[in-house]
């Protein structure tokens, strides 16, 4: 059974730093592209980064760009998400998914397949 279980999450000040952690069980990540993803409350889910199969190509939204950085480890089976200088506005549930080997390039939802259940982040004073 494929599954993504993410971890990481949790609750930090404006200006800190969480990394989230993406782990595969059931198939291995390496040949797929994996996204991050987030939904805030009322609001349309929206892809922060992804990157490609063997990690040389990545994509980040224009609101994270700058702060966050995606990166692999394909040996662990682990894709993270660091994410420094949060705000507010990144209060939302992250979500890793896998994809094809192209589905990097526009990381959209729509083009990736298995999801994992999520993970909360909060920023706020």
């Known amino acids: 059974q494929l599954q993504l279980v993410e971890s990481g999450g949790g609750l930090v000040q404006p200006g800190g730093s969480l990394r989230l952690s993406c782990a595969a069980s059931g198939f291995t990540l390496d040949g797929y592209s994996i996204g991050w993803f987030r939904q805030a409350p009322g609001k349309e889910r929206e892809g922060a980064s992804c990157?490609?199969?063997?990690?040389?190509?990545?994509n980040y939204a224009d609101s994270v760009k700058g702060r966050f950085t995606i990166s692999r480890d394909n040996a662990k089976n682990t894709v993270y998400l660091q994410m420094n200088n949060l705000k507010p506005e990144d209060t939302a549930v992250y979500y890793c998914?896998?994809?094809?080997?192209?589905?990097?390039?526009?990381?959209?939802?729509?083009?990736?397949?298995?999801w994992g259940q999520g993970t909360q982040v909060t920023v706020s004073s």
């Open positions: 990157i490609s199969s063997g990690g040389g190509s990545t």
């Open positions: 998914a896998a994809g094809g080997r192209s589905s990097w390039f526009r990381c959209s939802g729509a083009d990736f397949g298995s």
